[in-house]
């Protein structure tokens, strides 16, 4: 790989960075389901959103589908970490599937939420992405009752029948600052509104995003490691360039453009929810070796949250 002649004196990493509790329960969950089932184990959609990820299962036999119906009658299916509708449940179900759930414990709270206030007959503006996997799933709870709020213009024209009975919910991969404009404008329209808490709010996405605002503010570069549909991923790039800083996606050091290099004495270096930390080891390693150049750490959150494994694989684990 031929780069620009500019030497890269300090190379800082971000942290926290990369997998999330959910995102290790996720890809432990499917490890030991590929032991203690027999192949081949079956994933719906990818576990998690990363390339790396997803190819590293593949190889291991995990056979990957968009839908349940390129499932086999009583095979054994993995759902992703982003969760599924009640639709997805009872089609699995039919189909006499055994089901293991590798949903992220925060986005089961989400579709909680959504069934509660759906029973109790509230309108629920929910914030997301439409395309993205978690929010088709919860969506799919009570689609009566739940408007989705992509940004601010549709917060503005949501119009609600029963403005005393109203909640607002989110995707959890979006971070306060991303959905504050959206639930100002929310709750200025609707005074009574059940408006969501910050544990609502995936707390890795919100220590990613803070961590790389921290990072862009000492360096003339981010990288940022992740694949290209990560929704959180995508996210830190964004707060970076917000920021005044040159920022790029890549997914691994090939994506490197010299280019970028070129004014870039000091680099930061970061990672999505979904990346594998040797992505973040590669990257390192290329930049220290290219010039020798320093590596240090900026930390602004500590984290110690993990998630139990069903009790199905626990039992496997500890057997």
Known sequence: MTVSTQTIEHVVLAKPRGFCAGVDRAVEIIDLAVEAFNPPVYCRKEIVHNRHVVDNFKAKGVIFVEELADVPPDATVVFSAHGVSPEVW????????????????????????????????????????????????????????????????????????????????????LSMDETSDIIDVLRER????????????????????????????????????????????????????????????????????????????????????????????????????????RISTLEVASEDVTFGLPRELLEHKTA
């Not at 189909?95 to 089961?108: Q, R």
């Not at 759906?118 to 799933?137: M, N, P, Q």
């Not at 990288?223 to 917000?242: I, K, M, T």
């Open 90 to 173: 009872d089609q699995a179900r039919e189909k006499n599937l055994h089901i293991i759930d590798a949903t992220c414990p925060l986005v089961t709270k989400v579709h909680l939420e959504v069934r509660n206030f759906a029973r109790k007959g509230y309108t629920i503006l929910y914030i997301g992405h439409r395309a993205h996997d978690e929010v088709v799933g919860v969506r799919g709870e009570a689609p009566s009752n739940v408007a989705l709020i992509e940004n601010v213009e549709q917060a503005h024209a949501v119009e609600i029948d029963n403005p005393g009975k109203v909640a607002c919910l989110s995707q959890t991969t």
């Open 190 to 293: 609707y005074p009574e509104m059940v408006v969501p808490t910050k544990s609502d709010i995936c707390y890795a996405t919100q220590n990613r995003q803070e961590a790389v605002k921290a990072l862009a503010a000492k360096v003339d570069l981010v990288l940022v490691l992740g694949s290209e549909n990560s929704s959180n991923s995508n996210r830190l790039v964004d707060v970076a360039r917000s920021l005044g800083t040159q920022a790029h996606l890549i997914h691994d050091v090939h994506d490197i453009a010299p280019e970028w290099l070129k004014d870039a004495q000091k680099i930061g270096l970061t990672s999505g929810a979904s990346t594998p930390e040797v992505l973040v080891e590669r990257i390192a390693d290329f930049l220290q070796g290219r010039d020798g150049a």
